[in-house]
């Protein structure tokens, strides 16, 4: 068999599995199975017993799809990359994003994706083996690998108390620790007790990975005379 047929062997096996998985159709499509072959260090040549789960950032797994599977992405693809595949796979709880450090900052260039042990489980099980039975316990389990992740990425939030004593908490990283810093250290202050927090973000959710517009009044900043925000121009805090 040659290099095309398998490459073509390996992306309609990724597919297979995706499917078995049960990933929605644009999360087992082309993209997203050269994603998971790259997620997997799967070569075209290789069984897939030999799965292993590196810790990958976008960029290198754009750089395995193209030097193994001659999918050229360019750079601008990394978002939709991101953003329409890698996403998906987090929260289908297959793929630990910053295994290494889940304290990392949602924007960080060092961010990383990488298979989780289950899912390396079922891998190595592929196609001969009992990969039926793991994915069976995947899916039975999905519920506490859920509850699991979203407890250890829990402990890495940032607490915030706002001026008028509400609590939230925002995903780890340096700017979000920024946001924390203006309101307990600078509106005490600067600001003082009649001060009220109009607009508060967190840094995840301007790159659409969970993060929210943690406090956001519109009427109230209509009514002093800002401007309806763009999406692409948030400022990070505030506060009147």
Same mark, same amino acid.
């Given at each position: 068999?040659?290099?095309?047929?398998?490459?073509?062997?390996? #992306?309609?096996?990724?597919?297979?599995?995706?499917?078995? #998985?049960?990933?929605?159709?644009?999360?087992?499509? !082309?993209?997203?199975?050269?994603?998971?072959?790259?997620?997997?260090?799967?070569?075209?040549?290789?069984?897939?017993?030999?799965?292993?789960?590196?810790? &990958?950032?976008?960029?290198?797994?754009?750089?395995?799809?193209?030097?193994?599977?001659?999918?050229?992405?360019?750079?601008?693809?990394?978002?939709?990359?991101?953003?329409?595949?890698?996403?998906?796979?987090?929260?289908?709880?297959?793929?630990?994003?910053?295994?290494?450090?889940? =304290?990392?900052?949602?924007?960080?260039? !060092?961010?990383?994706?990488?298979?989780?042990?289950?899912?390396? /489980? %079922?891998? /190595?099980?592929?196609?001969?083996?009992?990969?039926?039975?793991?994915?069976?316990?995947?899916?039975?389990?999905?519920?506490?690998?859920?509850? %699991?992740?979203?407890?250890? +990425?829990?402990?890495?939030?940032?607490?915030?108390?706002? &001026?008028?004593?509400?609590? %939230?908490? #925002?995903?780890?990283?340096?700017?979000?620790?920024?946001? =924390?810093?203006? %309101?307990?250290?600078?509106?005490?202050?600067?600001?003082?007790?009649?001060?009220?927090? #109009?607009?508060?973000? !967190?840094?995840?959710?301007?790159?659409?990975?969970?993060?929210?517009?943690?406090? +956001?009044?519109? /009427?109230?900043?209509?009514?002093?005379?800002?401007?309806?925000?763009?999406?692409?121009? +948030?400022?990070?805090?505030?506060?009147?």
């Amino acid at each position: 068999m040659d290099i095309k047929e398998k490459r073509n062997e390996k #992306l309609k096996q990724a597919k297979i599995i995706l499917n078995a #998985l049960g990933m929605p159709k644009k999360q087992k499509n !082309d993209r997203s199975a050269w994603v998971f072959l790259a997620l997997a260090n799967i070569k075209p040549h290789d069984s897939w017993n030999s799965a292993r789960s590196p810790l &990958l950032p976008t960029v290198e797994i754009m750089q395995f799809i193209r030097d193994h599977y001659g999918q050229d992405y360019k750079p601008n693809s990394r978002e939709t990359i991101r953003r329409q595949t890698l996403h998906q796979f987090g929260q289908a709880r297959m793929v630990d994003r910053n295994r290494d450090n889940p =304290a990392r900052a949602t924007n960080s260039k !060092d961010n990383n994706y990488s298979l989780n042990d289950p899912i390396l /489980k %079922i891998l /190595k099980e592929f196609p001969e083996g009992e990969w039926g039975k793991f994915i069976t316990e995947y899916k039975g389990n999905f519920k506490e690998l859920t509850e %699991i992740y979203e407890r250890k +990425l829990e402990l890495e939030k940032i607490p915030i108390t706002l &001026l008028n004593g509400n609590k %939230i908490k #925002l995903s780890p990283g340096k700017h979000n620790q920024l946001h =924390a810093d203006i %309101i307990h250290e600078f509106c005490p202050r600067f600001v003082g007790k009649g001060g009220r927090v #109009l607009y508060i973000g !967190d840094t995840a959710s301007s790159r659409n990975e969970g993060g929210k517009l943690m406090v +956001l009044e519109n /009427k109230y900043l209509e009514k002093i005379g800002v401007p309806p925000m763009c999406h692409d121009k +948030l400022p990070d805090v505030v506060v009147y």
